[in-house]
């Protein structure tokens, strides 16, 4: 009120006894009130209300009485220019610009891929985070409902509002239907696979709880990325005394350097049931792999069974954003057959995946089993925060010969060790009958 008070002395100087004050421009703000106001004598200062306006921008003194025939009431006025379109255009067209690069702001942050930003710094990170976005779309929408209750700022305080609240029902929509939690499993059946994979975090996690949780799932596929050779032998030990035996397959990026990172070694335990398998060569010798942390590629050497690729992308950092891309290319390759298996820690999303996805697939010809099946919002990193505010970047995926009938994020090993939550999936083959028990995850 610092314009009011100066006039106010001003007008006291001179000896004005009663001010009517205009608030709002005829052409751009319409007339909401006119204020009268009695100055007592020898009054020192006036404050000026104003409604339905920018205040102190925009008003008029249209009349003026005072004390004394005399007085010149016009010499109070001057430097006071009253009110100027210009700058209520200014703030017009302020509000609407800001407005706008709101919301494409909101757009891009909910649905990347539609301007082909999702591998994009920062886009792509803020995607992998759709609970955190969606919340704080909705926290932003009622901070401007608040601000919309004062009446100079309404009109734009709503269009933020309604902006926020068509991102976080957009972004909360697609986590509804990729799906928020589900706990139970099918019962196995002759044909049926379980597959669970863990990024242990090395030796963070212990092998007996590895091997606990494994049995417990009844998992004949485990893919734990950050997971050397010894402690897979060690897991791999502890779930035969448990009355599960399992094959135990590894790469190491770096064989020849001695107590080298977990992180260089990711490991695959295969129930003897699938039949032998072995790595292939390219996996083993990096030859064809993810470029830094190693995948492995385990192939059927007698049987059936599918191809199983067990997996561990580099983590999309500033300045892995190539590499992270290019390990997402290479993992859509190797999903060309019709029995495929992928599972492990892909440091990346289906929002990700998609541009990579053929004939219906999210990444090459294979589908995320936790979106078919309930629990594909479901953040299995990182442990710290609650799920559905999480970011679910560790997949089990598989081709056309499967269905995913059920699975699960196991919460409750949460305090374990290791900053990723472990992930079950049962599938069936697509020509098997269901099965109709239940049992808990």
Known sequence: MRRGDDLGRRLGAVGLRRVHVQVGGAEFLPLRRVRTRALRPNARSLRIH?????????????????????????????????????????????????????????????????????????????VALRGPLTALLLVTALVFLVFSLARPLRAFALSMAAIAVIGGAASGGIMFARGLGADTLPAQTETSLRVMTWNTAGEATSAGTIASAAVAMDADILSL????????????VAMRDMGRPMWVLHVNLAPEVKQGPDAWTTTIL?????????????????????????????????????????????SPREGYMQKWRDDLLWLSDQCAASNVIMA??????????????????????????????????????????????????????????????GSVVLRSFDQTGSDHRPLVVHLDPVDAPTAGARVGG
């Open 50 to 126: 104003c409604f339905d306006c920018i205040p102190l921008l925009c008003y008029r003194i249209t009349h003026a009485q005072t004390a004394s025939a005399n007085a010149a009431p016009h010499a109070a006025f001057e430097g006071f220019p009253g009110c100027s379109p210009n700058v209520q255009r200014v703030f017009r067209l302020l509000g609407a610009l800001i407005t706008v690069l709101f919301a494409i702001a909101v757009a891009v942050a909910t649905w990347p891929q539609f301007f082909r930003l999702e591998h994009t710094f920062p886009f792509a990170q803020i």
């Open 225 to 236: 990325p950050e997971t050397n050779q010894y402690s897979g032998e060690a897991v791999a």
């Open 270 to 314: 295969i129930s003897p049931e699938l039949g032998d398998y072995s790595v292939i060569q390219s996996s083993v010798d990096g030859s064809s792999n993810t470029s830094i942390v190693p995948s492995a590629v385990a192939m059927p050497v007698d049987g059936d069974g599918p191809i199983i690729v067990a997996v561990h992308a580099v």
């Open 344 to 405: 492990g820690d892909f440091n990346a999303t289906v929002d990700h995946m998609s541009a990579f996805g053929i004939n219906g697939g999210v990444l090459g010809n294979c589908r995320d089993a936790a979106s078919d099946s309930g629990n594909g919002a479901v953040g299995t990193w990182s442990t710290d925060v609650p799920a559905l505010m999480g970011a679910p970047i560790d997949h089990v995926l598989y081709s056309t010969h499967w269905v995913p009938t």
